[in-house]
C-alpha cells in the first residue's frame, strides 16, 4: 500500500486546512484510514483522527469537533479538514492505513502561527 499526503503548511489561529490521502497498492475492502500527529516535542504519535470503509469514524480528545474527517471511497482518499486551528495544533501530521497491514505515509507538516 502506498499513500500519498497533500495540504496542510501555515494557517492562522482560528483559520483551516485541509488534508488529503490518497491510497493506492491492493486497497482491501475492509480498512480504516486517518491522521495521526506528532507533536514539536517528538513525543509519540497521537490520534486525530480515523474513518473505516463502514464510515465509523473516531476522534481524539483534543478535536472537540473542530474537525471533519471524510472518506471517497471510490478514490480510496481519505481528508481531514481542520477548522478552528489553535497554535497546540501545530506538528507533523501523519496519514495511516490499517487493514491485516499497516501502513504510515510520510508525513506533512502543519504550521498554525499568526
Known amino acids: 500500500v502506498q499513500l500519498v499526503e497533500s495540504g496542510g503548511v501555515l494557517a492562522q489561529p482560528g483559520g483551516s486546512l485541509r488534508l488529503s490521502c490518497a491510497a493506492s497498492?491492493?486497497?482491501?475492502?475492509?480498512?480504516?484510514m486517518g491522521w495521526y500527529r506528532q507533536g514539536p516535542d517528538n513525543v509519540g504519535r497521537g490520534l486525530v483522527g480515523?474513518?473505516?470503509?463502514?464510515?465509523?469514524?473516531q476522534y481524539g480528545d483534543f478535536v472537540n469537533g473542530r474537525f471533519i474527517i471524510s472518506r471517497d471511497a471510490a478514490k480510496n482518499t481519505v481528508n481531514l479538514q481542520m477548522n478552528n486551528l489553535e497554535p497546540g495544533d501545530t506538528g507533523f501530521y501523519y496519514c495511516?492505513?490499517?487493514?491485516?497491514?499497516?501502513?504510515w505515509g510520510q508525513g506533512t507538516q502543519v504550521n498554525v502561527s499568526s
Open positions: 495511516h492505513f490499517r487493514d491485516w497491514r499497516e501502513c
Open positions: 497498492g491492493g486497497i482491501s475492502l475492509v480498512n480504516v
Open positions: 480515523t474513518i473505516a470503509t463502514t464510515e465509523t469514524n
